[in-house]
């Protein structure tokens, strides 16, 4: 026996997106796919980043990149703005709408553990939080973003 934690791990995964996405998009939000989120966590905890720095930090080339920020600029979600010491690039931050989005993500990830600890009890979701926790570092951290 042995093994199924990683597909369990997949399929909570899946279910957790589905939920927020079905309800983001019931509270405004419809034009935001997933790989809109690996932007949003990156762009929130940075400040702001390149085209080139998304790209690498999605393991996409620049094009896909660019393309993908043309996408959220023109649903509002990001702007571009001139680089500080880079009179050549632009730097992608995020919008009101953009954090607004990202409130929201929060706030529904809260109401599904909150669920969750109804369903196993608080000790367990402490239990698994940690659990969770110490295999992220042991595995040295990895960043958040699609498999491609």
């Known amino acids: 026996m042995g093994g199924e934690i990683p597909g369990l791990l997949g399929m909570a995964f899946h279910a957790v997106m589905e939920e927020v996405h079905t309800r983001l998009a019931e509270e405004g939000f419809s034009d935001v796919r997933p790989a809109h989120g690996f932007v949003f966590q990156y762009l929130s905890v940075r400040g702001g980043a390149t085209a080139v720095e998304l790209g690498e930090h999605l393991g996409v080339t620049k094009q896909a990149a660019v393309q993908l920020v043309d996408e959220l600029d023109k649903r509002g979600y990001v702007d571009r703005r001139p680089h ?34 109804t369903l196993v009890g608080p000790e367990k979701l402490t239990t698994l939080r940690e659990s969770l926790s110490a295999f992220v570092v042991e595995a040295g951290s990895p960043p958040i973003r699609p498999l491609w």
């Open 84 to 117: 500080p010491g880079d009179r050549r690039a632009r730097v992608v931050v995020l919008t009101p709408r953009g954090w607004a989005c990202i409130e929201r993500v929060v706030a529904l990830w809260a109401d599904i553990e909150h669920r969750w600890a």
